[in-house]
């Protein structure tokens, strides 16, 4: 796990090739059937023989939350046991491994009404009402992170219990039936953002271009997760005429690096001290 695609593939094709295993995929771009290119899927030679699962086998119109990824992994794993073999996950979203070993919280569904008032106020009012009904969330979120400040208030005024209550009754989490042999990887940050820039340009000289062309013809809903995925925004204002082809490669390359900044962070910080890091 961490923020650099290669490393981990390597390793893993490495210690699959050691015993009878499977590789499955935690990478939440790379679940999607239409991100061949833009998300480094591996390809059948790179795939170097080994059973690879949870690859391109979700539709680009559909949306895969971590709840349904951590489903899937689950049952990829006790087929990899059944089958003795050794399960081998790989990929750097962070909140999917989280929520496969952890679990998630039982949060009920979100009264509708509350949701719709809730989602229309203004951030700061958002942020004092949450101050007042879960204080503890409030102290925990940045003040200007709408969406996280909006789902703890709708979520205490929908339930009544704060998110603190929910997070303390997580459930579905499998860390207690396995044994995990985690190792996060951390390359140096000059030698892994040289990586990002080599990464975009790779991609556009291997059909990215052509991939987000035939994205844009399904005519997908701004809001499905791979529409945001990074490359195809930049991709599609190229296509579109907004801007030329070096702004476009200027801004999906600055927005790897930031991604990868965050995945490193992210992974450094919130993974157990106990976890070792390479």
Same mark, same amino acid.
């Given at each position: 796990m961490g923020p650099t695609a290669s490393g981990k593939s390597a390793l893993a094709l490495e210690l699959a090739k050691k015993q009878p295993s499977v590789i499955i995929n935690a990478d939440s771009a790379q679940v999607y059937a239409d991100l061949q290119v833009l998300s480094a899927r591996p390809d059948e030679q790179e795939m170097g023989g080994v059973d690879h699962r949870l690859y391109g086998y979700i539709d680009?119109?559909?949306t895969c939350s971590a709840a349904r990824w951590a489903n899937d992994a689950k049952t990829e794993i006790a087929a990899a046991h059944e089958q003795e073999r050794l399960p081998i996950l790989v990929g750097g979203t962070g909140l999917y491994v989280r929520t496969l070993l952890n679990g998630i919280a039982p949060i009920p569904e979100i009264d509708a009404t509350v949701r719709t008032q809730v989602r229309q106020?203004?951030?700061?009012?958002?942020?004092?009402?949450?101050?007042?009904?879960?204080?503890? @969330?409030?102290?925990?979120?940045?003040?200007?992170? @709408?969406s996280r400040v909006m789902r703890a208030l709708e979520v205490v005024r929908s339930s009544g219990k704060t998110m603190g209550h929910w997070h303390a009754h997580m459930a579905g989490g499998i860390a207690d039936?396995?044994?995990?042999?985690?190792?996060?990887?951390?390359?140096?940050?000059?030698?892994?953002y040289e990586r990002c820039d080599r990464r975009f340009q790779n991609m556009l000289d291997n059909g990215a271009k052509e991939e987000?062309?035939?994205?844009?013809?399904?005519?997908? @809903?701004?809001?499905?997760?791979?529409?945001?995925?990074?490359?195809?925004?930049?991709? @599609? #204002?190229?296509?579109?005429?907004?801007?030329?082809?070096?702004? #476009?490669?200027?801004?999906?390359? #600055?927005a790897t690096r930031q991604y990868a900044k965050r995945q490193y962070t992210w992974f450094r910080n919130q993974c157990p001290d106990d976890w070792p890091r390479f």
């Open positions: 680009g119109a559909e106020m203004d951030i700061a009012d958002a942020y004092t009402a949450l101050e007042e009904e879960d204080p503890a @969330s409030a102290q925990r979120l940045n003040a200007r992170d @709408s039936e396995i044994n995990l042999h985690p190792l996060v990887l951390l390359p140096p940050r000059i030698w892994l987000v062309t035939a994205l844009l013809k399904r005519d997908l @809903s701004d809001d499905c997760p791979i529409m945001r995925a990074i490359g195809v925004p930049e991709i @599609s #204002a190229w296509l579109d005429g907004e801007i030329n082809l070096e702004e #476009a490669k200027t801004r999906a390359m #600055a």
